[in-house]
């Protein structure tokens, strides 16, 4: 645009640029976030002064360094920090880890042991991301010696919080919670309260994830004391976070910024410290400081309602911290709100919401560039497809999810898209690519150490040895996952490996064993509300059941599996109960009502594409015509002379 006047009237009319696109303002989202706010037509909306210079005073900022002729200094460690700071917040790991590296290097040269300990923490975090866990304890350890030598508390606690999340992403819950309670000691005793309550929410966090666990346990076990202290302690944790954010007067002095922890859901952890964390908003006006505290609070107890199934409170936590983000426009917050809401409605079978969310999700982490939070809800939306029977979009969504993990080196994020992937190829009857996917992801978890990983790629792998009929050898797989379920508490893989331990024992005439399974499995998927787990094992004791001519009970199981797979539009599922609760009616000479049942399963396996069922569906109609022929008597029976008048 040339002239001033034409300037004018598009600032006037709303057409302003794109600051977020601006190659240098990009680096900053909270820059970005103040202009945004300077920007808006209504002055009453705009911060005053004394918001504005809180603001820039968040930014990470440092004297550059001066120019020698035509050459530039050595740049300073401090500057060094601040420059891998901004990096690793816009996910640009291979450059944060060179600022960090080299930062190292010079604070060691000048013993600049402060700038030493906040190197190695974030370097730590870059690891993290990387799932250099080993490497990232080893930071972690040093920074936590130095800031003991250093007299540094909010150092130590810093690093104890990051020890937490290492230890929490082995699955060892008891070493994350006393790093955390020692951290949130220290934070009590010397730190501002925005300290404290992110290392509540940690807190907070790793309880919630282990009382979900002792919950389930409790079905065998009865410690019903154990598991109803964590829950309650959890929830105090958050709530005690939120309260403190809420009554915040003054934002604490960059110097004391602690990295803030990872509020993990599920499968679905958006990253090690999202930018809303302890001060890293897009927008830090004073106001908004102690918001993001309050939606981080309320995300977290959003968390622990879920893990014990009241999801309608859950729903409305991630909602009330969706709305905040949004007052205070915090683009990031709100998307990882939507996230969280969208698989909370995943849980729920309330699969258009889901899709509905996670697409709003979608678009905001995409507006904003943020690779990771669009890598996940391409995730998130590849699960709520395989859900629906959508295989193709399913294995599509998997697919880009699995791209951007491999572009920004997050190798946890592509080893679960690849299990994804596994999953969908093999229900499209691609084995081959199937078992290569899971190979793969198997291989990658081994590598980083995730149990957890390791379990769910065994999992796959058995059912696609059952498929082959290799069942000894998918018996096998399923009770390595077992035990490595077991082993770190993870109720939802145990269901999974018991589940398929079922089929495999079933399939080897083990019906004693594989009927135990069975109710093992049922119970665990009953106590964490794991509606689809609930069904696929319904579905599998039936074939029990009918195994041992207990077809009353076959079919209490087979219709209970069809209602829940109706209501999450699971087609493939659908399909499968109704042809075999078809079969049980045609035993029961109920031949009317079998007929019904396999014209279901024939239209919807004729809308999904699904073969195996079209093919039984049309065998099971002759058989039932040939019942009815054999029961007809003679003079009843349709002449053929007499069928073809008229045509």
């Known amino acids: 645009i040339a002239s001033e006047p034409h300037v004018t009237m598009k600032v006037i009319e709303g057409y302003l ?23 808006k037509p209504d002055p009453k909306e705009r911060p005053s002064a004394t918001e504005c210079s809180k603001t820039i005073g968040w930014i990470p900022n440092v004297i550059p360094v001066i120019k020698c002729g035509e050459q530039f200094a050595t740049r300073s460690a401090p500057l060094l920090l601040q420059i891998g700071e901004i990096h690793r917040l816009q996910d640009r790991m291979a450059d944060a880890s060179k600022a960090f590296v080299q930062g ?82 220290i934070f009590r005793s010397v730190a501002e309260d925005s300290d404290r309550a992110n290392a509540l929410v940690a807190l907070g966090g790793v309880r ?83 918001h993001v505290g309050q939606a981080n609070a309320l995300e977290g107890l959003g968390d622990v309602q879920r893990a014990r199934s009241p999801f309608a409170e859950a729903e409305e936590s991630y ?8 007052i205070i426009g915090d683009d990031l917050g709100q998307a990882n709100a939507l996230l969280d809401l969208g698989n909370v409605q995943r849980a729920q079978c309330n699969n258009s919401q889901a899709e509905a ?42 697919r880009k999810a699995l791209s951007i993990f491999c572009g920004i080196g997050y190798n946890l994020g592509r080893a679960n898209a690849l299990v994804g992937l596994g999953h969908v190829q093999r229900e ?55 035990t490595i379920c ?19 024992q079933c399939a080897r005439s083990k019906y004693a064993e594989a009927e135990a399974s069975y109710t093992d499995a049922l119970a665990a998927q009953n106590s964490i509300g794991d509606d689809l787990g609930r069904a696929n094992t319904l579905s599998g004791l039936a074939s029990v059941q009918r195994k ?19 209501k999450m539009e699971n087609d493939l599922g659908r399909a499968n109960s109704s042809l075999e609760l078809a079969e049980v009616r045609l035993h029961q000479n109920r031949y009317a009502e079998g007929k019904i049942l396999i014209n279901d399963a024939a239209r919807i396996s004729e809308q999904c594409s699904y073969t195996w069922a079209k093919i039984t569906a049309r065998e099971l109609l002759e058989k039932v015509a040939d019942m009815e022929r054999s029961l007809t008597p003679p003079s009843l029976l349709v002449s053929p002379n007499i069928t073809h008048v008229g045509i």
Not at 319 to 326: G, S, V
Not at 374 to 395: M, P
Not at 489 to 497: F, I, K, Q
């Open 17 to 39: 640029p794109s600051i977020y696109k601006h190659h240098q303002l990009s680096q900053i989202h909270m820059l970005c976030g103040a202009m945004q706010k300077c920007w």
């Open 104 to 185: 190292l290097a010079i604070a060691r040269a000048t013993e600049d042991r402060a700038t030493l300990a906040a190197l190695l923490i974030g370097l730590a975090l870059v690891y993290q991301f990387q799932s250099k866990d080993k490497e990232a304890e080893a930071c972690y350890n040093e920074a936590l010696a130095l800031s003991k030598i250093l007299g540094s508390e909010i150092g130590r606690a810093n690093a104890l919080l990051g020890l937490g999340r290492i230890q929490r992403a082995r699955s060892k819950h008891s070493a994350a919670e006393s790093c955390y309670t020692e951290a949130l000691d």
């Open 208 to 290: 919630q994830t282990r009382s979900k666990y002792i919950e389930a346990e409790s079905f065998l076990t009865e410690v019903l004391d154990v598991k109803d202290s964590n829950r309650v302690k959890a929830e105090v944790s958050y709530d005690e976070a939120s309260s403190i954010h809420a009554s915040i007067k003054d934002a604490p002095s960059p110097d004391n910024v602690s990295p803030g922890p990872e509020i993990v859901q599920g499968e679905y952890s958006h990253h090690f410290e999202t930018e809303t964390s302890c001060g890293q908003s897009p927008c830090i006006y004073q106001s908004g400081r102690n």
């Open 319 to 326: 909602m009330k911290a969706f709305a905040i983000y949004r």
């Open 357 to 398: 969310s996670l697409n709003r999700a979608l678009a905001i982490y995409q507006s904003i560039g943020n690779e990771l939070g669009t890598a996940h809800v391409f995730d998130g939306l590849g699960h709520v497809q395989r859900t629906c029977s959508k295989y193709i979009e399913a294995e599509e969504s998997f």
């Open 428 to 482: 499209r009857f691609m084995h081959t690519q199937a078992e290569a996917s899971l190979t793969e992801a198997l291989a990658m978890f081994e590598c980083i150490g995730n149990e957890r990983g390791q379990a769910n790629s065994l999992i796959g792998i058995g059912r696609l040895q059952g498929d082959y009929c290799n069942y000894a050898e998918a018996e096998a797989s399923y009770r390595k996952a077992l």
């Open 486 to 504: 077991e082993s770190i508490e993870d109720v939802l893989g145990r269901a999974s490996a018991l589940n398929g331990l079922g089929h495999a």
């Open 548 to 566: 041992i001519s207990r077809d009353v009970e076959a079919e209490a199981s087979l219709m209970e599996s069809l209602a829940i797979y109706t």
